[in-house]
């Protein structure tokens, strides 16, 4: 079946062409689809329903591709942005992208909380994106998880890795998120949520910044303490006793 660019207009038009037909008795109405769908063109109804789908997924698609630069454009220029789209139409995937101002961009799958890094340390990364006709095939380089005040990443990366990042603007990041993510996955994240992150160099030094000792930071971390975010405080595994 060939496709036939087929907008929300266009499909309403053909009920309508449908419904006439029928108050005029002239047949059932799943009946008068396929006739209407013929007359525009179209092999049946389904092929209406068909080529409407391919049309939301590619303006999708384009809108996608477009915000990207954008929320690229806007790190570049150090400004902090966050966009949600992909919600306009039932078919399409949601996505979440964000600029956050200090030199880092990100594209979000918000549903398999997988990432790709658009902008990393001031500098445009080259994620693997092929457009086609239909649809827009991204390879994601790994997961995300906001962990309290921390981003933090696990990706196949070169220069990013496994870590957490401090600096984002997280909370306007959760409350994007949660409007997208279906109710029974927050749920499950707001009863298993263990924010604890590893004390990493980068997390001492922003915990430093607040006031904390740096000294005492790096001796907890060689314990295998962990930072809370929700508590403020240093958590250590059972049974270590900090120096």
């Not at 108050?23 to 009946?31: I, Y």
């Not at 005492?216 to 958590?235: E, I, K, N």
Request: proline share 5%.
């Amino acid at each position: 079946m060939r496709f036939i660019p087929t907008t929300t207009a266009k499909v309403e038009s053909l009920k309508k062409q449908a419904k006439r037909l029928q108050r005029n008795g002239s047949g059932k109405h799943a009946d008068l689809l396929n006739r209407v769908a013929r007359t525009a063109g179209y092999e049946h109804w389904h092929h209406v329903t068909l080529c409407f789908r391919e049309t939301e997924g590619v303006t999708a698609h384009r809108s996608l591709m477009g915000t990207l630069e954008k929320i690229v454009q806007s790190e570049l220029a150090g400004h902090a942005l966050i966009v949600g789209t992909g919600t306009e139409t039932s078919t399409s995937q949601p996505f979440i992208l964000f600029a956050s101002g200090i030199g880092d961009a990100w594209l979000l799958d918000p549903i398999g909380q997988r990432a790709v890094c658009l902008v990393w340390r001031s500098e445009r990364q080259s994620p693997i994106m092929r457009e086609t006709p239909d649809r827009l095939e991204i390879h994601w380089e790994g997961s995300y998880e906001l962990q309290g005040e921390f981003f933090s990443v696990d990706l196949d990366h070169p220069l990013i890795g496994r870590r957490a990042i401090g600096g984002y603007p997280v909370e306007q990041l959760r409350k994007q998120l949660h409007s997208v993510q279906p109710a029974e996955q927050t749920i499950d994240q707001v009863i298993d949520q263990s924010d604890a992150v590893e004390l990493s160099p980068e997390i001492v030094a922003q915990l430093t910044r607040t006031g904390w000792s740096a000294e005492q930071l790096t001796t907890a971390a060689r314990q295998g303490a962990r930072y809370s975010p929700s508590r403020d405080s240093v958590l250590f595994p059972a049974m270590v006793a900090p120096e």
